[in-house]
């Protein structure tokens, strides 16, 4: 988000601060004088609408190939200019800015209305007014990134501060992004991506001497001036009583307020502020507020790159012992995986195993139509078994290395360094104190977790969030029925087998975009076992650090069992690995939603539109043509893709039985091509027909559909 009113001041106030330049010439002129390239650290999630513009058919679910060849002729033109990019991609919200995150969504709605409208009317592509990203883009992004060879890094939180700091650490040319926050930070060149024309690498450099000059201060209270504006840290209305103390009890207009607070910051010279200068600064602004003392020291510490465990959402654990919220111990190799895996793959297995929080906001279905469901619901018992998983729930103890001893029909576990046992009796959970005064704190997003004494109580500490437990935690749904919704928005109590739901424990909160839900508050969403497994639900250190041929065989049952799949191993292994998660997919599609929603001729449009796929190259796809847009063709691709990305998480947690290489849906889906083959099955569905009179894809198609249905249950 960046400082408030700085890009629109520069903009109209300082457009000489805005310098033209080419970044090939930048990159070519440093290889000269070190012999090396150029290390240029972009933040990607800025570039998104770049390299998925919309000159690219932004409305049929995805022109996957087309948006794999932007991008890779992106990364030869940078390695012609002997550039070398490292891309960093956002993990997920933080709580300061939830607000902002669900005025957005609500923003995207409203438009993905008008769009689903537009098309009703018209039959036809809305126009660039209305575009939107298709769903799942920054995950799929970083998945061609890095099929294509790229440097990816997820951060555990917003990325402008671990961009600024590896820009720092490792001496790079600069940032390639779009947040005033990196003019702040006095590191390397700030690069536009808003201005960045892919083909010719030029763009515009933000220059903070020119900056400082036009403002006449020192470039080393550039921080303070951020902090006086109002940033992620403090808000504008935090900062209106001083706002209105220097505009003499009038917020000043932005042309007079921005020189006023300049003066202010220059008047602490040419050097760092100590800790003294911002406790004086904080009493001036906040005045007796001292609720808000500690904000400004927190926001300049983050721009002089000094914050400490950033991202950092729980307190680690050491193995054994008990951390936050959670009260399972985690082989330490598997959280190590677990960290890895976050940093340079998906971040769902470490926001579920650490957080307990996921995010889900980019929404691209008809909220209006009473027949089509949305995605995230329709996904939910995936989720919810891949959660269980996660955090263990019905692992017994011949799955090895999960640390947990089975009692009876009881799990317990104990760490001995604090004293604090937890036990599990007849499908009940009580968690107590065994040494007198233990008290164990953790605070995550206004989810408080205390255990003093004999007592435990979960609570948030702001808005409710529905969790909340006393002694022996013996309340349940029964109490909280405000747990998740129907696809209506209705409240549902979703069934479990523990008495009491604890988010980082058996049950995750999500902040998912769908329809019906007002996103005032979370959904807190139950673990499940994956009770269709013989012997139960795996450990993660058997599927993670184990191998032969048994182990790789579990992970592709509990990949099946998560999906709620039942076809069988071998037939599974009779079809190419791509088609796997397809295939899975529409099944579980086949099986969960009604036959006028998923019925043959869904069925049939998706087949055909995989096997004939690679009859295609980018240049076909991009001349391809569809005659009528469909809504509801519209709907199902969004639903389809929202599926293929849950599927790869759920992938990534059972270890990877199906490759990354196999997983990339451009081998597989086309939005485009989709919609040509619903049309064409909206008249006929016969095979031939589908798949263009080629009598091999035909054969393909047969195989994948009586794969598909193999393991439909009636």
Known sequence: MGVKGLQSYIEKRCPEVMIPVSLATIGHR?????????????????????????????????????????????????????????FFFDGRVENKKRDEWVK?????????????????????????KLYHIPVALPQLTIMALKSLGATVHNTRREADYEIAKYCKEFNCLGILGQDTDFIIYNIGEYFSSQ??????????????????????????????LACLMGNDFISREDLESFHKYLGQGRIPWAQKLVPMLSNYAASYGNRLLSRQDITYIESQVFGRDRSKFGRIHESVSMYYLELENVGE?????????????RVRPIHATVLELTKKQQRFSDSIVWNVTKTGIVDCGMSFEDDNDPNLPSSSPVLRPVRQRMYGLLYGIGVKAKNGGNGMKVEGDGIRARAEGDGIGVKSKDDKIRVKAVSE?????????GIEVKAVSEGVRVHAAGESIGVK?????????????????????????????HTQLVVGQNAVMEWHVYKGNPLKEPDIVPALPLDSLKDGTPSLEYLWLHSGPEVTECRLLTYLACMDCSISMATIKQIPPEYVIPCTLV????????????????????????????????????????SEVKGKGIHLATMFMRGVSTAIKVDAACGKPVATGDELPWKYFDGKLFHAKYLIALQTTNTLVLCQKNEDVAKLFELLRQCVLEGRRS
């Open 469 to 497: 437990a006393e002694g022996d935690l013996t309340r349940g749904l029964t109490e909280n029925p405000r747990t998740t919704r129907s696809d209506a928005g209705e409240p549902v109590a979703m069934p479990t087998d």
């Open 313 to 325: 959402t729980m307190p680690e654990r050491r193995d054994g012992q008990i951390s936050g919220n």
């Open 30 to 86: 440093f290889y000269r004088h070190h012999g090396k390239q150029a290390v240029l650290v972009i933040d990607g999630m800025s570039c998104l609408q770049k390299f998925y513009h919309p000159g690219i058919p932004w409305v049929y679910g995805g022109q996957w190939r087309q948006y794999v060849d932007q991008i890779e002729k992106f990364l030869k033109a940078l390695e012609r200019a002997k550039i070398e990019p490292v």
């Open 104 to 128: 957005r969504r609500i923003s995207n709605r409203i438009n993905v209305a008008k769009i689903f409208e537009y098309i009703k009317e018209t039959g036809c592509e809305p126009s660039e």
């Open 437 to 445: 005064g233990v008290r164990v704190k953790a605070e995550v997003d």
């Open 587 to 626: 099944n579980y599609f086949l099986q969960s939603l009604p036959q006028d929603v998923f019925g043959e001729i869904e069925l049939s449009a998706f087949l055909a539109t995989f096997v004939t796929l690679p009859l295609y190259d980018v240049n076909a796809l991009v001349a391809l043509e569809v």
């Open 195 to 224: 201005y960045l024309n892919l083909d010719s690498l030029t763009t515009i450099s933000y220059s903070r001497d020119v900056l400082c000059s036009k403002l006449q201060m020192p470039i080393y209270q550039l921080p303070l």
